[in-house]
T-cell receptor, first 114, second 113 residues
Framework: AQSVTQLGSHVSVSEGALVLLRCNYS??????LFWYVQYPNQGLQLLLK??????LVKGINGFEAEFKKSETSFHLTKPSAHMSDAAEYFCAVTNGGGYQKVTFGTGTKLQVIP | NAGVTQTPKFRVLKTGQSMTLLCAQDMNHEYMYWYRQDPGMGLRLIHY???????AKGEVPDGYNVSRLKKQNFLLGLESAAPSQTSVYFCASNMDNGLNGYTFGSGTRLTVV
């Protein structure tokens, strides 16, 4: 069984401040982890992925995430928020090998305050 | 590069009506998926396909049917729409069963009245 929990359905940050979006996962085998971003009235777009090559993963738009096995976490960060970062962010987990179900978190809406 | 294209983008149905949502991808992907997105519930898998001519049930398949007659197309059907099927529907595809992430369409917003 696998699951993800995103802490905080809404997060507000000031423009220029650190962005931290939290994701904890549960998986019986080594997981593959993803962050997606969804802008209003659009589909989800892949931000970054962890597939066991490196624990610190860099993605698009200046975002990065660190895989911490001991904490079963995969938090998303960005040093300085920009107005264009306002969107909903989804964490997702899957296991490797054959067809495996991808489980999505319930999402975190990021508001950036000017 | 069109990627994943969904039609229609919006639709309003009356209870009991039927409709088909079309998903088309031009990336030669093997795997295709239909999800529904509801507030506070994330994305839930309705049906998926691991190749042309194959389909399988996901988490919430009741009330929906699918077909994958051509590799590039994945159709989602509602035979008798119910208000509980009011949602935003997303199609996604990938080549390698999810290990490198999905490519999503822009969604279909369906309202059943």
């Amino acid at each position: 069984a696998q699951s993800v929990t995103q802490l905080g359905s809404h997060v507000s940050v000031s423009e220029g401040a650190l962005v931290l979006l939290r994701c904890n996962y549960s998986s019986s085998v080594p997981p593959y982890l993803f962050w997606y971003v969804q802008y209003p009235n659009q589909g989800l777009q892949l931000l970054l992925k962890y597939t066991s090559a490196a624990t610190l993963v860099k993605g698009i738009n200046g975002f990065e995430a660190e895989f911490k096995k001991s904490e079963t976490s995969f938090h998303l960060t960005k040093p300085s928020a920009h107005m264009s970062d306002a969107a909903e962010y989804f964490c997702a987990v899957t296991n490797g090998g054959g067809y495996q179900k991808v489980t999505f978190g319930t999402g975190t809406k990021l508001q950036v305050i000017p | 590069n069109a990627g994943v294209t969904q039609t229609p983008k919006f639709r309003v149905l009356k209870t009991g009506q039927s409709m088909t949502l079309l998903c088309a991808q031009d990336m030669n992907h093997e795997y295709m998926y239909w999800y529904r997105q509801d507030p506070g519930m994330g994305l839930r898998l309705i049906h998926y396909s691991v190749g042309e001519g194959t389909t399988a049930k996901g988490e919430v398949p009741d009330g929906y049917n699918v077909s994958r007659l051509k590799k590039q197309n994945f159709l989602l059907g509602l035979e008798s729409a119910a208000p509980s099927q009011t949602s935003v529907y997303f199609c996604a595809s990938n080549m390698d069963n999810g290990l490198n992430g999905y490519t999503f369409g822009s969604g279909t917003r369906l309202t059943v009245v």
